[in-house]
């Protein structure tokens, strides 16, 4: 795996209307461009992940795995805004001469193809062979999609959208609030609204999961107070949201969520054009769509509204006790439907 820096120092124009002086994008690489230049994927990772796909892919992309580097050349470049090495809020700000903080400016989905079209331009790479994303991830592939229409020969979104829904906006700005109504998040340093983050994890884990998740993983109370009287009583289901919002805490930061949030919130095929559907009509690469039945955040209708309009797209809902997090977990049987796709079968 290589780990690489990629830099712009023009002036880059958001669809905001606002310039900033330049961005840099972190991507990961793995394996090698053969000689035919047609063994490319492209995979775009989620809100809170990295450019290490094979890290939080593990069952998809890396050594024997579906997506090797043996077969493939793989890239996965981190996302503006995020905090494991492209342009975030956390960063310098040569305009003011300190860290831009609350001031980072908002990159929509469609801003961050446009800076990803200038590293694969910069990569001299002409053709992919393969686009796949889940979540946010899947938002950023069908945008690029769209927006040039001849470069990806596959594309496989997976528990995705066209648009972010009004729940989908929902969950997110209940997000923010908790990160707004921590009383340290109007300070300027990096550990501003930590508590809030926390909060606003756990509010997003009731939407990655469901129901049956809970009932089937987190029922009953902690061992150590099984005994105790009712008053005393911890349950498990709420040590769970306690210990993942303690694990974001120890690896992301609340302006890059918080910011990460509004862009997702943003994503809209149809913005700016005919329409969503019109938009997705103009995909001409051959698309695999997988939905996850139990998933409430992203629920399968809205991957079977984006294969009912992309040219000739394949739908497959799978089945999974994991809800929306299924696209994470759910890697073999997400393997063998891709496998097929690519296979004509």
Known sequence: M????????????????????????????????????????WVFHALSANSNAKEWWHGLVGVDKFFTPEKYFIICVNMPGSCYGSIGPLDFNPVTGTNFYHDFPLFTTRDMITAYKLLQEHLNIRKIHLGIGGSMGGQQLLEWAIKDTDLFEYIVPIATNAFHSPWGIAFNASQRMSIENDTTWKNKNPEAGMNGMKVARSIALLSYRNYHTYLEAQQ???????????????????TYQKYQGEKMARRFNAFSYYFLSKTMDTH???????SVE??????????????????????????????????????????????????????????KLIYLFLNGL
């Open 2 to 41: 290589t780990n690489q820096i990629y830099k712009y120092d023009k002036d880059f124009l958001l669809e905001s209307g606002k310039i900033i002086k330049g961005f840099h994008l972190e991507y990961s690489t793995f394996g090698n461009i053969n000689a035919e230049h047609n063994n490319i994927v």
């Open 220 to 238: 009953g109370v902690t061992t150590e107070t099984k005994h105790k009287p009712v008053d005393e009583l911890i349950f498990r289901a709420e």
């Open 268 to 274: 809209n095929v149809g913005r700016d054009r005919e």
């Open 278 to 335: 019109a938009a997705l009509a103009s995909i001409k690469s051959k698309c695999l769509v997988i939905g996850i039945e139990s998933d409430i955040l992203f629920p399968a209708s809205e991957q079977i509204f984006i294969g009912n309009n992309i040219p000739d797209a394949k739908v497959e809902i799978i089945k999974s006790l994991f809800g929306h997090d299924g696209f994470l977990l759910e890697y073999e049987i997400i393997a």
